[in-house]
């Protein structure tokens, strides 16, 4: 079945780039995303990438898509104390057009 | 800003009483989904809906119910409540398109005693 896999945890020094990386099964997605999930709030889209791409980059986001080993991953640069957060990334399952999440990695972002 | 709200924020109560959790969307959207959020993270999908009159189980067996009588309302109703359900629970709407952009309420985090 269509399963979303990343690590738990993450944690890294302000200032220093993150990446969050994450490995799913369906190789018919065609979009993948990321979300990011504050304590004690809802998740919030953080950036989206359409199967054909192999890089996005937004600001202090990049997003790289390898298909072919169906992986996904998010790198931050300059990783700041607010960037602290739950990271969720997520496919469009084919059955019933719902996202599949993955596990949440927990970023820790130490000064 | 997302335009999706959830009340209550936080609800303690005893084992054995109905409770409603409630979901209302001002964006028109078509598609909403009720999660069940672990303490260690992971999301469960329990309910979702296609729009008015569609109700839909998630992934998740859950004991709770759902109904969409009206577009932007997406209401939790648990009969009998039990610690088992002790979570948070998370209402999102979407436009039910191929990318399927989520917005995500705050949330709502129950505790039975």
Request: proline share 3%; with cysteine.
């Amino acid at each position: 079945g269509e399963d979303v896999e990343q690590s738990l945890f993450l944690s890294v020094r302000e200032g220093d780039s993150s990446v969050i990386n994450c490995t799913y099964t369906d190789s018919s997605s065609t979009y993948l995303y990321w979300y990011k999930q504050e304590p004690g709030a809802g998740l919030q889209l953080l950036t989206y990438i359409f199967s054909n791409m192999d890089m996005k980059q937004d600001q202090r986001l990049t997003v790289l898509l390898n298909k072919k080993d169906k992986h996904l991953s998010l790198r931050i640069a300059d990783t700041q104390t607010g960037d602290s957060a739950i990271y969720f990334c997520a496919e469009m399952g084919r059955s019933q057009g719902n996202l599949i999440f993955g596990k949440g990695t927990k970023l820790s972002v130490k000064p | 800003e997302a335009d999706i709200y959830q009340t209550p924020r936080y609800l303690v109560i005893g084992t054995g009483k109905k409770i409603t959790l409630e979901c209302s969307q001002t964006m028109g959207h078509d598609k909403m989904y009720w999660y069940q959020q672990d303490p260690g993270m992971e999301l469960h999908l329990i309910h979702y809906s296609y729009g008015v009159n569609s109700t839909e189980k998630g992934d998740l067996s859950s004991e709770s119910t759902v109904s969409r009588i009206r577009t932007e309302h997406f209401p939790l109703t648990l009969e009998s409540a039990r610690p088992s359900h002790t979570s948070q629970y998370l209402c999102a709407s979407g436009l039910g398109q191929t990318n399927e952009k989520l917005f995500f309420g705050s949330g709502t985090q129950l505790s039975v005693l």
